[in-house]
């Protein structure tokens, strides 16, 4: 937990109309304070945003990979998205409206791009998504993921042991652009405002184009 960085971030926005609550994802209970603390002082949820995240281990060989980081990384990632789901839901099915955002990963659709534990978790998230969508549907909320390729993050840092200029030189499709953390925080935005009232069901994926690309076989020169 950044309970420190969470306390200063609220300072530097607006202590008047921002709050930290510390909340552990895997902990039913925390996540259940955390709405209901929103709605208490806010008077309602609008916008749920499960993006709590680990990568685990940097481990790519499956014979590596041990049974706890694997089960540790699906608990922070897949029970944390469902149970920031399903408290978002108790409070938002009254209201019949709301808008629920998952952090998912261009890994959600393909493979080989990060290792077992995270790409399995975030299959699970996309599905977690899908299904949600069509139930909540019926009472007026939205789900969605963001799913962005790679971007220079404490998380990616850990995970491929990069820098800022690693990050840039990694293998991509969209020529002369680099993906920021404002790219994603942007995109996360238009899936909670208006301009997408009609977006449910739907993985935003921000890559460029990464994940169409064949790198094995390609008409076009990379």
Avoid: W
């Avoid at 950044?2 to 306390?7: A, K, S, Y």
């Avoid at 008047?16 to 304070?33: A, G, I, L, W």
């Amino acid at each position: 937990m950044q309970d420190e960085l969470g306390h200063s971030v609220c300072k530097e926005l607006n202590p008047q109309s921002t709050t930290f609550v510390h909340c552990d994802v895997t902990k039913e209970t925390d996540v259940e304070n955390a709405v209901n603390h929103a709605v208490s002082t806010y008077g309602k949820l609008d916008i749920m945003y499960n993006n709590a995240g680990i990568a685990g281990e940097s481990k790519f060989n499956i014979l590596d990979n041990t049974q706890a980081d694997f089960e540790n990384v699906l608990r922070i990632n897949v029970v944390g998205a469902f149970l920031g789901t399903k408290h978002a839901a108790r409070v938002m099915i009254p209201a019949r409206k709301g808008c629920i955002i998952n952090t998912a990963s261009v890994c959600s659709i393909i493979g080989a791009v990060a290792p077992h534990a995270y790409t399995s978790s975030k299959h699970a998230v996309d599905g977690l998504m899908k299904n949600t969508a069509v139930e909540l549907g019926h009472f007026g909320i939205r789900v969605n993921n963001v799913s962005p390729y790679v971007v220079l993050t404490p998380l990616t840092v850990d995970l491929f042991n990069l820098d800022e200029a690693g990050v840039a030189r990694l293998y991509g499709n969209l020529k002369g652009k680099d993906l920021k953390p404002e790219d994603v925080a942007d995109a996360a935005l238009f899936l909670a405002s208006d301009d997408s009232k009609y977006v449910s069901g739907h993985n935003l994926v921000i890559d460029g184009g990464f994940h169409v690309l064949n790198s094995g076989f390609s008409m076009y020169p990379q």
